[in-house]
């Protein structure tokens, strides 16, 4: 009877281990790293060794990585199965394109995340209760105004201050800029949330990233930091 009760307590943690589910905005880029991903179910796991470099011949750029030590995991979770397990603050993650997390001297120091589109503005919400006003908003300019495009109307709604719809006197054609890119700075680690207004849905990505990684250039995108049009200037 004793081994018999002991099986269904072992099923039964096995079962509450592989039902772990993450709430990516808890995470704290100074615990290890093993504490939130142990025990989830992952898409792809990549192991990277050094950091990147450009190197410059003639008129030819090439990319590739230099071993000073550097020790990298790259984790993907894509698809229902795997992006089931996350959440940011309650908020569900698009399992199309999902969420990347890099590990980087045995701590989280990148992650790319998206919640699904119909919860975008809930995302802006979420963000700036928990990081405040943000530390920059960059507005992208001149886009074509279509009356049909539900998702400019979306923004103008809810951030009337930043985006807007606006006539070309000379062309007399209506343009549309919104805010594309907010900025915080919370301490040593960096959050850029995108929009993307396309037809009905407004598109969203999130990274945080701690200043030690991208000056270290170790997460690939973030590899020249110095020439990062957005991020360098926050590198002191």
């Not at 397990?85 to 992650?111: A, C, P």
């Not at 999130?206 to 049009?229: C, R, T, Y």
Request: aromatic share 10%; with cysteine; hydrophobic share 35%.
């Amino acid at each position: 009877m004793k081994s018999k009760i002991m099986l269904v307590l072992t099923l039964l943690v096995l079962i509450s281990c592989n039902n772990k589910e993450l709430d990516l905005s808890k995470i704290d880029f100074n615990q290890k790293a093993s504490i939130y991903l142990d025990d989830l179910n992952v898409y792809k796991k990549e192991e990277q060794k050094g950091h990147y470099v450009l190197d410059y011949q003639n008129d030819e750029v090439s990319l590739g990585l230099r071993d000073d030590g550097e020790r990298v995991v790259k984790y993907t979770f894509m698809e229902e199965k795997n992006t089931n397990q996350l959440n940011y603050s309650g908020l569900r993650v698009n399992d199309v394109m999902g969420v990347s997390i890099s590990v980087y001297d045995e701590k989280i120091s990148f992650m790319r995340i998206h919640v699904k589109n119909t919860q975008t503005l809930d995302f802006f919400d979420v963000l700036k209760k928990k990081l405040g006003n943000p530390t920059e908003i960059l507005i992208k300019d001149g886009v074509n105004f279509d009356d049909k495009n539900i998702s400019q109307k979306m923004l103008i709604e809810k951030m009337p201050n930043q985006a807007k719809k606006y006539k070309d006197e000379v062309l007399e054609q209506f343009y549309f800029s919104y805010p594309e890119h907010f900025i915080w700075v919370d301490s040593d680690i960096i959050y850029q949330l995108t929009l993307v207004p396309v037809g009905n849905y407004i598109s969203n990505s999130l990274v945080v990233i701690s200043k030690k990684a991208l000056k270290d250039k170790v997460i690939f995108g973030f590899h020249n930091p110095n020439e990062d049009p957005i991020l360098s200037k926050y590198l002191n």
